[in-house]
């Protein structure tokens, strides 16, 4: 028996440094970090001594419980989850997921310097834009775009460029609010020009806009009510409509088009979403979608449209501001590829392959997983396979139409507990699993599922409690 005093047994701050098993952790992260975490253990050990107490943590104990520590405080808290969601662009979990070409393409540019801002003909600066400006133009028929940062910013460049201290029509049943505080009316009065509201929620009629355009007019604007719809007794007017209304007031036609998807849905199931190339068919002299809603790429906000007024949007020195890096650039390049090849893209594009995906392929991966999951969960729910229906998410098409497939996680007891208990073990897991709540049920929409494994393979770390 040892017989000093016990808070004499703690080992020293020197002796845990210098002990063997220490050194690795000193050459890993150095010195400092391994330091304060000896500090801050001995300080927890002490505190929690008490006089009775004999057993006293070995120098190796301590280590191992400092490497845990370490490791745990510098993992960035942002890390990949797994989204079951069945919503296919989920914005909190970070919307559209890139094609391998995007993410190669970006880890090349990531390493080193790159011909960002330089004309390698002229050997001379060049603009940024010329990365992406031709590729846009020919998918969409456009003369001329530019990228920003995301679809928020290219509105807000776009009404703060042409319409700053004069007006806008936009009907009162496009005033939408998007997720994360995006709404019209206050995009519009930061950027500086006045929104006059036309018609009513349910119904605005040509005329309505004829009587709303006066001398401070600068544009007319449409909004594509992305997250909502508006049933029964409705009236909107058409984009052909506008565009010519606007032509003939010599006045732009501005048209929001929020998710913006380069290719025709209705193959896979879905109603028909106006492409960009529709809007500038139907006569918009601009047009502004998002870069990581439909199109299936980064972060952006991509503008499109006539010549002159693309010059005007890019000579604003809030441009400069809302810009995007070369991260972006790089794998929206990559992206905007792949949309040359229109037979294969379900194929290379991410959420359209999800978009596409069979309810007979989604089964045969919930078959695939629930012999997995049932011995986990037994002692704590009834698991199975219901059929669902996915949305698309991210303000494309409000309704959850797309047939699918989940696995059912029905909690023993009906206390809503034990529901949150199994919820939060998916969401500890080292590759967080994020399913959706539904009627006293946690269901995982296999929808967007990529690999079975990355779920089978760490479910014996799920701990319910
Ligand atoms: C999503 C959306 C936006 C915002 O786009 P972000 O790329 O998220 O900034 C703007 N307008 C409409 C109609 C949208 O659907």
Do not use: W
Request: net charge negative; aromatic share 4%; with cysteine.
């Amino acid at each position: 028996m040892n017989s000093r005093p016990v808070f004499a047994q703690i080992p020293s701050v020197d002796r845990v440094i210098g002990s063997e098993a220490c050194k690795f952790l000193v050459a890993k992260h150095g010195r400092s970090v391994v330091t304060t975490g000896v500090r801050a253990i001995l300080a927890s050990i002490r505190s929690e001594l008490t006089e009775s107490d004999t057993d006293i943590p070995s120098v190796t104990t301590i280590v191992d419980l400092l490497r845990h520590n370490i490791e745990e405080t510098q993992r960035p808290s942002l890390k990949p989850v797994i989204n079951l969601t069945g919503t296919v662009l989920h914005t909190n979990l970070g919307r559209a997921s890139l094609p391998e070409e995007a993410i190669s393409g970006m880890v090349k540019i990531a390493r080193g310097p790159s011909n960002l801002e330089y004309d390698l003909d002229a050997g001379k600066r060049g603009d940024r834009d010329d990365h992406l400006e031709r590729a846009i133009t020919g998918i969409t028929g456009a003369e001329a775009a530019t990228v920003v940062n995301n679809n928020a910013a290219a509105v807000l460049l776009t009404l703060n460029s042409l319409a700053r201290e004069k007006e806008v029509p936009v009907s009162r049943g496009e005033l939408v609010e998007i997720g994360g505080s995006f709404r019209i009316p206050e995009i519009m009065a930061q950027s500086g020009c006045k929104l006059v509201e036309v018609g009513s929620t349910n119904r605005t009629h040509l005329r309505d806009y004829q009587q709303a355009i006066g001398e401070k007019t600068a544009l007319l604007m449409k909004v594509h009510t992305s997250n909502y719809e508006i049933k029964g007794f409705t009236s909107s007017v058409t984009d052909q409509e506008l565009a010519e209304l606007a032509s003939s007031r010599h006045i732009p036609f501005v048209t929001d088009l929020g998710s913006g998807t380069l290719v025709d849905l209705s193959p896979f199931g879905l109603p028909h979403e106006p492409t960009a190339q529709e809007a500038i068919d139907a006569g918009a002299d601009i047009v502004t979608f998002s870069g990581d809603k439909l199109l299936g790429g980064p972060q952006a906000g991509i503008i499109i449209g006539k010549r002159e007024l693309i010059a005007t949007i890019k000579a604003n020195p809030l441009k400069r501001a809302l810009r995007i890096d070369k991260m972006t650039m790089v794998a929206l390049a990559e992206v905007l590829n792949l949309y040359k090849d229109p037979d294969r893209l379900c194929d290379r594009i991410p959420t359209l392959r999800y978009l596409a995906r069979s309810v007979q392929e989604i089964e045969e991966m919930a078959r695939e997983i629930l012999p997995s999951l049932l011995p986990v969960l037994s002692n704590y729910a009834t698991v199975d396979i219901v059929g669902v229906h996915s949305q698309i998410g991210s303000g494309s098409l409000p309704l959850e139409l797309l047939p699918s497939k989940a696995i059912r996680i029905q909690p023993h007891k009906p206390s809503d507990k034990q529901l949150q208990q199994i919820t939060k073990a998916f969401r500890h897991l080292p590759t967080p699993v994020i399913g959706r709540i539904h009627d006293g049920e946690l269901l995982f929409d296999l929808r967007t599922m990529e690999q079975p494994a990355d779920l089978t393979e760490q479910l014996s770390q799920l701990d319910i409690p």
